[in-house]
């Protein structure tokens, strides 16, 4: 069990890294590297590169941005094996909706513990 939760966190750290390195050296904003990990994680899955990750890593693999997006494509592929091309619209948003909700919930429950204040 050590090896895994080792694993999971010289993965994800990597990934972490990976975006940090892109906050620091380039002029990139954060929210077009946000879009950007996640749409990596789709392409990756579509190729079917980023399911061997994640069996190798586990959630190391899965929590980080480009995991949302591997979480997106494999509902997708689900969804268009079952339902057929309707499960294209309808997956994504199947597979995710427990994290959509949690970022929701966590969300909104920050914004009652704080108090906004305007940018100086």
Known sequence: MFERCLLAFLVGGAICLVGQILIDYTKLTPARILVSFVVL?????????????????????????????????????????????????????TATAGGITAAMLFGFLASLCSRSRPKS
């Open 41 to 93: 994680g789709v392409a990756l899955t579509a190729v079917g590169a980023y399911e061997p990750l994640v069996r190798f890593a586990g959630c190391g693999a899965t929590v980080p941005l480009t995991g949302f997006g591997y979480s997106l494509a494999s509902g997708v592929e689900r969804a268009v094996a079952e339902k057929g091309l309707l499960g294209a619209l309808t997956g994504g948003l």
